[in-house]
């Protein structure tokens, strides 16, 4: 898998590194400076902007992907293909904050009044934080498409995470009042965007002379379709992935939005593994079915599979498994959230499981029936939030975003199963589960003592000495094997 490998690896060291300082972000800093309430502002604004980040893009991230490796010739600039691909998005998101900015009374009506007056006072802001996110996604499609995504990875995993701890620690100290927190934490997420414009033209590859070129290379009319299909697909993922936090915020309160954010992002750590693999398999994805080599996108479909049950079972136990020990962590009033942790982990599994299904379906010629998936599970998000969130509040939230992750990943495999002949699952994947309960039921066993750290740690410690034993004696994955055999050689040196 070459240049997955590579790039792969990079981005899972990365992301490692990220989920590292997450936890510090999550877990240390974040929970002990600012009250839920707080949390539950930064949250609702960062939804809002991804919301309108994606209407304003039209969907050309992803067309960027799938169209580029036509576009692909360094030495003509790629025919003009980033001023196409900016300049589109740019003049929708003048129309977009139109719209946002004469919609604040309709906005603010659905929150408490409380609520509603602290988010009055940084709503313009949310719309600057939107302007850089279509950026930010713009540049990081333009990476993909030259395989260039380490760096991208580097920037949102690391640097901002390091930006946004230094932010909460000026807070803390009193050099920063939470509103210069909320304009810091708007600043570095901004200033992501405009470090990888820097990068692109560090490697010499920002190419910003527009070309009637760019309307040439591929049907315009095709482009500007398969867009119009993508901004519904994301615009509907967008609003699976957020309108929680939004919803959550409206229906019960920020201080709800915070600690459910809170326990969403400890459920976060579970995927970045399988988004740093994501990163590299979309644009690789679309250069399989450009060339038409279907058996190796099938070798891929089990592979990345098979990696992300190994890698996603071992993070949910773990994660699950230590609750205790995280929650010991924050103030008392966010373990209302640990229900919500477990339920979310157990919808973000499933997704990873289940493999690149989405990323087969947007990428395939039958682009347009993965817009159907999602519009019919964005609809049912909503309506299942209205329900449960009020009857169950937090937990409510995470049964929703559970049952959708299940839903849309039951969906798409199956498409792509009919349609393409692919499947994801393998033998081995069932044996992986089953490594996984073993390992998982022996550290669950381990009686809780005194100290939280030191039952996290034998907890922790059983479970990944098991788990790996049990992996390399059954060979259930051929790749861990691989490189364990490679490290006992040059040790062996």
């Known amino acids: 898998m070459g240049i997955v490998q590579r790039q792969g690896l990079r981005n899972t060291i990365i992301s490692y590194f990220g989920l590292g300082l997450g936890f510090v972000n999550t877990v240390l800093v974040l929970p002990k400076l600012l009250e839920p309430a707080q949390i539950g502002l930064t949250s609702v604004l960062v939804a809002l902007a ?156 920002l190419h910003l002379r527009p070309t009637r070129a760019a309307l040439q290379v591929r049907p315009l009319g095709e482009m500007l379709s398969f867009a119009g299909f993508a901004l519904l697909g994301n615009v509907s993922g967008v609003i699976i992935q957020q309108i929680d936090a939004i919803m959550v915020g409206a229906k019960v309160n920020f201080d709800g939005a915070g600690i459910y954010g809170t326990a969403f992002y400890i459920s976060t750590a579970l995927v970045l593994p399988f988004r740093a693999l994501y990163k590299v398999a979309f644009p690789l994805l679309a250069q399989y079915w450009k060339d038409q080599d279907l058996p190796r996108m099938a070798d891929f479909y089990q592979r990345t599979t098979r990696l992300n049950t190994a890698l996603g079972c071992y993070l949910a136990l773990g994660i699950g498994l230590n609750l205790d020990f995280i929650y010991a962590q924050m103030k008392p009033a966010y373990a209302a959230g640990a229900t919500a942790v477990l339920i979310l982990l157990a919808g973000r599994l499933f997704d990873g499981i289940t493999g690149v299904n989405g990323l087969i379906v947007v990428t395939s010629p039958r682009y347009r029936y993965d817009l159907l998936f999602n519009v019919s599970l964005a609809v049912a998000t909503i309506l299942m939030n209205l329900f449960f969130i009020p009857r169950l509040g937090l937990t409510g939230a995470a049964v929703a975003a559970a049952t959708a992750l299940f839903v849309i990943n039951v969906a798409r495999t199956w498409f792509v199963w009919r349609s393409f002949g692919l499947q994801p699952f393998d033998r081995r994947v069932p044996l992986l589960l089953g490594i996984a309960a073993v390992a998982g039921l022996a550290a669950w066993l381990v009686p809780a003592v005194e100290s939280v750290l030191v039952t996290m740690l034998l907890r922790s410690a059983l479970l990944t000495v098991l788990y790996g034993l049990l992996i390399l004696l059954t060979g259930a994955l051929p790749e861990a094997t691989a490189l364990w055999q490679q490290a006992t050689k040059r040790l062996r040196r």
């Open 50 to 205: 991804t919301v309108f980040a994606q209407v304003s893009a039209f969907g050309f991230a992803n067309m960027g992907v799938r169209v580029f490796p036509y576009f692909r010739q360094r030495e003509a600039g790629h025919h003009g293909f980033l001023p196409f691909l900016l300049g589109v998005p740019l003049l929708g998101f003048a129309l977009v904050a139109l719209v946002y900015l004469v919609g604040k009374p309709l906005v603010l009506g659905f929150y408490k009044p409380d609520d509603a007056q602290l988010l009055s006072e940084y709503y313009v802001w949310g719309l600057v934080l939107a302007l850089f996110t279509l950026l930010l996604n713009l540049q990081d499609a333009y990476l993909k498409g030259l395989f260039h995504t380490a760096f991208s990875s580097f920037t949102q995993e690391i640097v901002l995470r390091l930006l946004i701890t230094g932010g909460a620690v000026l807070f803390g100290s009193g050099y920063l009042s939470f509103q210069g927190y909320v304009l810091w934490y708007v600043g570095v997420n901004s200033g992501i965007a405009l470090l990888l414009t820097v990068y692109t033209a560090a490697i010499g590859e």
